[in-house]
Structures are given as structure tokens and as C-alpha cells.
């Protein structure tokens, strides 16, 4: 079965760090992007990162740039999202999703073009 599952979500204080992950089972990654997506209540999902399959290339959406670091382990099958000096407006369901191809990105990948997403982990920011 073709699946990506997400983890390390939680509660988290304003200012604070976690760090989510996403494994893939029953494929390789290797020749995948992958992105990050998050969906607040009430919102529509947007684009917070992805990162090639190829040079290693990379982009954030601006809400996140410079606080959040996308990263990937192809022997592990797995992306992460490191988030630092997190918001409550971060609070949000957190999707990792794979798109086959992409060797380089300079933007964010549409959502249309992910073959396969996960089922999505909670992420609240909150004192």
C-alpha cells in the first residue's frame, strides 16, 4: 500500500519549537519532491514548503521563511518540517505530500500536481 504518514505533531507555546515528519511505505522517495502543506479552521490549505527531488533546491512560503526548515533523508524514506519561533497563526493540520519529478523547484509546487498525500498531523501554537 502506498501511503505517507505523518508524525510529531502537538501542543506548542508561542515561540517555541517541534518538528514534524513523514515516512513513505511502499515507495521510494527518491525520485519524489515532496511539500508541506497546513490547513488552519475555517481556511483554505496552502503551500508552506517543498523541496526538490534533485539539487536539493528549496522554497518557503514568506509567513514561514527564515523560521522554518524543510529537509529530507532518502535512506530513510522521510521528509521533515523543523518549525522555530512558532506562531499561534501556525496553528494548523500539517499535510506532507509527494509530486514524482521536479529536480529542481523556485517556487511552490501546485497542489494539483502531488500524487500522494498523508492523512495530516495537528499543530497548535497556544499559550
Known amino acids: 500500500q502506498l501511503q505517507l504518514v505523518e508524525s510529531g505533531g502537538g501542543l506548542v507555546q508561542p515561540g517555541g519549537s517541534l518538528r514534524v515528519s513523514c515516512v513513505a511505505s511502499?515507495?521510494?522517495?527518491?525520485?519524489?519532491?515532496l511539500g508541506w502543506f497546513r490547513q488552519a479552521p475555517g481556511k483554505d490549505r496552502e503551500g508552506v514548503s517543498c523541496?526538490?527531488?534533485?539539487?536539493?533546491?528549496?522554497y518557503y512560503a514568506d509567513s514561514v521563511k527564515g523560521r522554518f526548515t524543510i529537509s529530507r533523508e532518502n535512506a530513510k524514506n522521510t521528509v521533515y518540517l523543523q518549525m522555530n519561533s512558532l506562531k499561534p497563526e501556525d496553528t494548523g493540520v500539517y499535510y506532507c505530500?509527494?509530486?514524482?519529478?521536479?529536480?529542481?523547484?523556485?517556487?511552490?509546487?501546485?497542489?494539483?500536481?502531488?500524487?500522494?498525500w498523508g492523512q495530516g498531523v495537528q499543530v497548535t501554537v497556544s499559550s
Open positions: 511502499g515507495f521510494s522517495l527518491d525520485y519524489y519532491a
Open positions: 523541496i526538490s527531488s534533485g539539487d536539493a533546491s528549496t
Open positions: 505530500a509527494a509530486s514524482r519529478g521536479w529536480r529542481s523547484v523556485a517556487d511552490m509546487i501546485p497542489m494539483a500536481m502531488f500524487d500522494f
